[in-house]
């Protein structure tokens, strides 16, 4: 059969490497984070295929690909703190914990929030500190961020992010409606911002616009 055969070989060799993913340690840490451990326990065959899956609260892990793209852009050092909105299956968290100091992951839906906490805490990430709360007003109480993340689209970057960011900063998002999103890349100081492509997230979704989240 070869041994391409292997799921993760197939996604770094042709989902990630053969589209432009040149980042050694970005490929190392997706390599080494089991994503099936990440997707719903009747999808686990699905897990390393370049799509997105659903998770609870209509919320979905992002495909592979998508995930070594933001990571790769963003740019992370050893020494970094990382906020990441939206934590969904807490995936793009435990990469991001393979390539930087600190990851600071923020959801707003309890339920997913916990499944993520018990997930990473099995599996050893213990460099990953988990909060509820209303992504688009970042996570002030462990600011400054040396990069933001985010798995969900806002029409426009929220200005608690910006305010938020180290001074050479970078944040790395989806922009835009349902339609015509565009992953984007902004600095603090506001030069060299950089357009990935097209993209479709789940919405960004603050307190305003449906009310607080419920305690677990």
């Not at 740019?75 to 991001?96: F, K, R």
């Not at 839906?109 to 500190?129: I, K, M, P």
């Not at 339609?179 to 357009?195: C, H, I, M, N, T």
Request: aromatic share 6%; hydrophobic share 40%; charged share 20%.
């Amino acid at each position: 059969m070869g041994r391409h055969t292997d799921p993760v070989e197939q996604m770094l060799r042709y989902h990630l490497r053969d589209r432009g993913i040149i980042d050694e340690r970005v490929l190392r840490a997706m390599a080494q984070v089991p994503r099936e451990e990440f997707v719903p326990s009747s999808l686990r065959a699905e897990a390393y295929a370049d799509h997105p899956l659903p998770l609870a609260q209509g919320q979905t892990i992002s495909q592979p690909f998508i995930v070594a793209l933001t990571l790769q852009a963003a740019a992370l050092e050893p020494s970094d703190t990382v906020l990441d909105v939206g934590t969904g299956s807490g995936y793009a968290a435990a990469v991001a914990s393979l390539l930087a100091e600190t990851v600071v992951t923020i959801e707003r839906f309890d339920s997913l929030a916990q499944s993520a906490e018990e997930t990473l805490q099995r599996l050893g990430y213990s460099n990953v500190l988990s909060v509820v709360g209303d992504g688009s007003r970042g996570c002030p109480e462990h600011a400054p961020y040396d990069a933001i993340v985010s798995a969900a689209a806002a029409e426009n970057v929220p200005d608690a992010w910006r305010t938020q960011l180290a001074p050479r900063g970078r944040i790395v998002a989806p922009v835009g409606g349902t339609w015509g999103q565009r992953l984007r890349v902004l600095r603090a100081d506001g030069s060299k911002e950089k357009d990935l492509g097209g993209v479709r997230f789940v919405p960004l979704i603050s307190d305003e616009s449906v009310g607080p989240p419920h305690d677990a």
